[in-house]
């Protein structure tokens, strides 16, 4: 099974920007999309977006829409997620996991990276 690898987080004042990388060991044939999970202890994985890797579809979550932009790099086995206008509710660990289909529902996904953290300061 292909094995997931995030980076790039970090400490980070409001109003600022990072960009998460995601690269992937392989491609598996059914592994059709990498979507982006951010996680707060004692609440649910919430959905951040995700990408086709063939086609390049996106779905972003509303709360992110217009701020956080992901994107691939197919011969990289890369997918990123640049974040901008951070706010201190964006801190999480944020994961990268493969899937099946473009899908924001987490149970969709079916290997995970070990996850992230990023913390925005006020």
């Known amino acids: 099974q292909a094995q997931l690898v995030e980076s790039g987080g970090g400490l980070v004042q409001a109003g600022g920007s990072l960009r998460l990388s995601c690269v992937a060991s392989?491609?598996?044939?059914?592994?059709?999309?990498t979507g982006w999970f951010r996680q707060v202890p004692g609440k649910e994985r919430e959905f951040v977006a995700a990408?086709?890797?063939?086609?390049?579809?996106?779905t972003i979550a509303d709360s992110v829409k217009g701020r956080f932009t992901i994107s691939k790099n197919n011969a990289k086995n890369t997918i990123y997620l640049e974040m901008n206008s951070l706010k201190p509710e964006d801190t999480a660990v944020y994961y990268c996991?493969?899937?099946?289909?473009?899908?924001?529902?987490?149970?969709?996904?079916?290997?995970w990276g070990q996850g992230t953290q990023v913390t925005v300061s006020s």
């Open positions: 996991a493969g899937g099946s289909w473009l899908t924001s529902y987490p149970p969709d996904y079916h290997y």
């Open positions: 990408i086709s890797w063939s086609t390049g579809s996106t």
């Open positions: 392989e491609r598996t044939p059914s592994t059709y999309a």
